[in-house]
């Protein structure tokens, strides 16, 4: 250890030893190693401006021109999309080596919360689970991201560069067999601005950050290139074959990537296949082909190809989670959805689960007060005794949405219809109308529920409590306009 640097840990306060590095005028210290793999490391660096963390990326270039043109490639994805749920560079430089060889230094956001891959390790160590709402926003944020890429419209300063070629002569990009004519008049500069497929090629839940605000962000663009390649050599297949092992994860890798042959047309939807897989992860912890070779002792390889895996008993999951998993995961790339289809299904059950989740948590949180003598809403206390008997400990065992045939929920209904079959100073046109409204909106369990406590109030002649407890429902529902009929009903009753 040289002298300077004993001195330095001895008396810290007077001599700092922290390395500082330069990009573009701009100094930074480098306080950690994050992560490193290739020629390249990651480092948790501070400006010493503004004294905020950021994520370092250093590529070394030390084997000439084709290593350092993919390294640029990747210099431009960090610049190229636009997104908040792909990741975006601050600042980079390219420096010359007294070797002759180049390093790129690219300035990036840090991520204290980490990836996905962290908390899945976490939920491991602690032996928890997935909420099934949280799995989907961060699904429906994966995606989001996705689409983006998939359908990209690249920038007049963005240069199309594949490292899907047979050989690394400078020349090669000339006479570009994998460049569509869409892409090769973007690379000459014209101004059409055609949609053009890019795939990352790498979805795993370790290269998914999340941001401050819980937003899911899509990094590591290393791997990101044009998604739509036909294989038209043997030594273009070649190509393809080891940067799809070098960059595609296997547990996440889809199967047209596991033996590429000339003929052979690879597009964004190998993102789709690992998509499924990134949500399985999430939900069980791992991939659902190394669970395969974990758990019953597969070849990794075979499961992929033939789609072979299966779901784990425990932790439960609702069917429509489980169905989205198997959605994305079709052998077949032709059979496979596209990124929108993918993210219109995910919203359908996100809005499913949320509408579930909701109607039982409101449900739970009512029992609960009114077991406790702490009922918000004046009327619930006068629900009947086999509406309380569904008070549970767990929301599991709660009615869902669709569940109308429980015998505590039949006698609502069934006093409901004694109600409106009762004379009424109403026309018969206007109970109608408030009837089909009524209908609608005791679908939901929850006004299910509410209506049975107001039915009870109305055979009890409690007039003012009855239009209170109307009156309250109604303002803490942001679409309680029907109250106003069950109102009308229950008044103009005669009983």
């Known amino acids: 250890m040289a002298l300077l640097d004993c001195v330095g840990l001895c008396f810290p306060c007077i001599f700092n030893t922290t390395p500082v590095l330069k990009i573009n005028q701009a100094s930074f210290r480098i306080l950690n190693l994050l992560g490193e793999g290739g020629f ?12 905020g963390l950021y994520a370092l990326k250093k590529i070394r270039c030390p084997f000439g021109n084709s290593n350092f043109k993919a390294a640029m490639k990747e ?6 999309f636009r997104s908040p749920f792909i990741i975006k560079s601050i600042d980079s430089s390219v420096v010359q080596e007294p070797d002759g060889s180049k390093t790129i230094y690219i300035l990036l956001p840090y991520f204290e919360n980490g990836s996905l891959q962290d908390i899945i390790n976490k939920n491991s160590v602690n032996n928890a689970r997935m909420d099934e709402t949280e799995a989907l926003r961060l699904f429906v944020g994966i995606c989001r991201g996705l689409q983006s890429m998939h359908r990209h419209q690249v920038s007049k300063n963005y240069t199309i560069v594949s490292s899907m070629e047979p050989n690394d002569s400078d020349g090669a990009d000339e006479n570009n067999p994998f460049l569509s004519n869409v892409e090769e008049s973007i690379r000459d500069g014209t101004e059409l601005q055609e949609t053009v497929s890019f795939a990352h090629r790498d979805i795993k839940p370790a290269n998914v950050m999340l941001a401050k605000d819980g937003t899911p962000v899509l990094c590591d663009l290393g791997s990101c290139e044009r998604a739509r390649v036909s294989i038209k050599s043997r030594a273009q297949a070649i190509t393809v074959q080891e940067l799809s092992n070098e960059h595609c994860t296997l547990p996440y890798r889809a199967p047209e990537l596991l033996d590429i042959k000339v003929g052979d047309k690879i597009d964004e939807k ?3 296949w690992s998509l499924g897989c990134t949500l399985y992860a999430l939900l069980y912890g791992y ?7 974990l758990v019953n002792g597969a070849n990794i390889t075979l499961a992929i ?3 072979s895996y299966s779901f784990p008993p425990t932790p439960e999951y609702s069917p429509a989670l489980k169905d989205l998993v198997r959605y994305c995961l079709v052998v077949d790339p032709a059979q496979r959805p596209s990124i929108e289809e993918v993210l219109t299904r995910a919203l359908e059950v996100q809005r499913e689960v949320w509408n579930e989740k909701k109607i039982n948590v409101k449900y739970f949180e009512f029992m609960t007060s009114y077991q406790n003598g702490t009922a918000q809403i004046p009327g619930w206390n006068d629900c009947p005794d086999t509406v309380l008997n569904r008070s549970q400990t767990s929301l599991a065992s709660l009615p869902s949405a669709d569940a109308g045939d429980g015998a505590d929920l039949a006698e609502i209904r069934a006093k409901l219809r004694e109600i409106l079959a009762l004379p009424t100073t109403l026309s018969e046109r206007e109970l109608a109308y408030h009837r089909s409204k009524l209908e609608k909106a005791t679908e939901n369990v929850e006004n299910l529920i509410f209506v049975g406590a107001m039915v009870d109030l109305s055979q009890q002649g409690d007039q003012k ?5 109307i009156l309250e429902y109604m303002m803490a529902k942001s679409n309680g306009s029907w109250c106003g009929s069950l109102k009308k009903v229950l008044v103009h009753a005669k009983k």
Do not use: A
């Open 75 to 80: 210099v431009d994805n960090y610049r190229e």
């Open 287 to 293: 991939s659902p082909f190394e669970r395969e070779e």
């Open 465 to 469: 409590r009855l239009e209170q407890s």
């Open 305 to 307: 190809s033939s789609g």
């Open 270 to 272: 190998i993102d789709i």
């Open 40 to 51: 390249s490391y990651v480092y948790l660096v501070q400006s010493k401006n503004n004294h």
